[in-house]
């Protein structure tokens, strides 16, 4: 087990684990819930994402930067497959599946 990633929040965490589990890569969470205590703790953790199977960590490390990279562009995309029309931030296609790479 090796740390990848240090979320803003619980959401992005859980985002990146989603997509994570799309390429068969098994990342865990830890400290997604430290936020809430934020009053009692002195330091506020962020959740971190730790990839599972060190021999993951580099593509995990790729696919971070694709999907931030993705998520910045703004531009909507076409599934090929099924023709619907999709916000840049969605990686796969609502209507057929298909996964965009």
Do not use: T
């Amino acid at each position: 087990m090796k740390p990848l990633y240090q979320a803003r929040d619980r959401i992005e965490a859980q985002l990146l684990k989603d997509f994570f589990a799309g390429y068969h890569i098994r990342v865990l969470v830890q400290g997604e819930y430290l936020s809430g205590a934020a009053g009692e703790l002195p330091v506020i953790q962020f959740p971190q994402l730790w990839v599972l199977e060190e021999r993951d960590y580099a593509r995990a490390r790729e696919l971070i930067a694709l999907f931030f990279e993705r998520d910045a562009d703004g531009e909507p995309w076409q599934c090929p497959k099924c023709g619907e029309r999709m916000e840049p931030q969605f990686q796969v296609c609502w209507n057929c599946g298909f996964r965009r790479e």
